[in-house]
């Protein structure tokens, strides 16, 4: 330590317990046999044990022995443990324990660490006594002049002031750390509480988005399996439609051969009936050649309704003969089924008008033969 611009040099021992650096270390000061421990000191006990703030507010992540040394060097420097002894006074430990000094314990002994305010001497005026006792007795042994005196107890109450300032500076120090500590942990937590709570909205959200994502997704594929089943479906009815088209087509071609086959078949027919025709036409010449009558001379209507009744006969004889043919050509596969049906379909449809009109006619001749009668 420094103190008043001379270095000295005090014995300190320092023990450290098995849980350190989890806990202080223990500290004692060491006087020699011409040096003794102040009474009443604010730091030091009469055993020699330090009490500081610094070791009272341990922390392992914060505090060091390297730091505690310069903490003691300066108050030390400020407030000196220990005075030098008279010369007169014994150095033995039984003269030291009569004056009611104390020696520090030894090793074994020093195991705990006394709370610092068990140990911490009172301030203001209490201090200043004893600087002023310790400075009075070690300036009357060297200095007899009484403004000197007055003079040096002035510079060691300035000092005593100085040195509880720096205490005290120290000590608002180590709360306005503990208050930024404090405050920092709180904003810490506030930060973390934040933290969990944007992370919380953040899953919220991106769960929100992923659930619509998925239901979008769910309800697009149940539309596209749906597509699906209609194209499966639509593609087997037009397999069927393609199926039923190819059979159709197979049939109309069939039918086409048949009514080709027919036509050919009329067409033969009617090429010998007009050369029957043809025969007939040429026996009727040659009959009218050799005085004969030809059969259509034979019957000549007298009037209007006769030559219509003629001419219906005719034609319903001629459908009859019509049919007659159609049905030989069935039966011998000269026309299908269908030609045949449409063919008599219609033929008969034409029979049925020539008869309906015979009969409205025979009903007209009589209606006139019965006017003819009455008149």
């Not at 040099?9 to 020699?32: A, E, H, K, W």
């Amino acid at each position: 330590m420094t103190y008043r611009g001379v270095t000295y040099n005090i014995p300190i021992d320092m023990y450290l317990p098995p849980p350190y650096p989890s806990r202080p270390p223990t500290v004692f000061v060491r006087p020699v046999a011409s040096m003794a421990i102040k009474k009443n000191h604010r730091h030091v006990g009469m055993d020699g044990q330090v009490y500081l703030s610094y070791l009272h507010e341990w922390k392992p992540t914060t505090h060091e022995l390297g730091e505690l040394a310069m903490w003691m060097s300066s108050l030390f420097g400020s407030e000196p443990p220990c005075y030098a002894k008279p010369v007169n006074a014994s150095s033995s430990n039984g003269s030291a324990a009569t004056n009611g000094q104390h020696n520090p314990p030894p090793y074994s002994q020093a195991t705990t660490t006394v709370p610092l305010h068990s140990h911490t001497s009172s301030q203001g005026s209490s201090a200043y006594s004893s600087i002023s006792t310790v400075a009075s007795s070690t300036i009357a042994t060297s200095i007899t002049d009484n403004n000197a005196i007055e003079e040096r107890r002035r510079v060691i109450a300035q000092e005593v002031a100085d040195a509880n300032l720096a205490v005290e500076t120290a000590r608002r120090a180590d709360a306005e750390e503990a208050q930024m500590e404090a405050d920092r942990r709180r904003i810490q937590k506030e930060h973390e509480g934040n933290l969990s709570s944007m992370r919380a909205m953040a899953t919220s959200k991106v769960q929100f988005e992923i659930q619509t994502l998925f239901q979008g997704m769910k309800e697009e594929l149940r539309l596209e399996l749906k597509n699906q089943k209609q194209l499966e479906a639509g593609k087997e009815q037009v397999e069927h439609l393609i199926k039923e088209g190819d059979e159709r087509k197979a049939q109309l071609q069939k039918g086409n051969e048949e009514i080709e086959e027919s036509i050919e078949g009329l067409e033969k027919w009617l090429a010998a009936v007009k050369e029957q025709q043809n025969s007939s036409a040429d026996i009727d010449n040659n009959n009218t050649d050799n005085g004969q009558t030809k059969a259509d001379l034979m019957a000549l209507p007298a009037d209007t309704h006769s030559a219509q009744m003629l001419a219906l006969s005719s034609e319903n004889a001629a459908i009859d003969d019509c049919i007659y043919f159609l049905d030989r050509a069935l039966v011998q596969g000269s026309i299908s089924p269908e030609v045949f049906l449409k063919e008599v379909r219609r033929l008969s449809k034409r029979q049925f008008l020539a008869k309906a009109h015979l009969i409205k006619i025979a009903k007209l001749e009589q209606q006139n033969i019965g006017d003819t009668d009455i008149m």
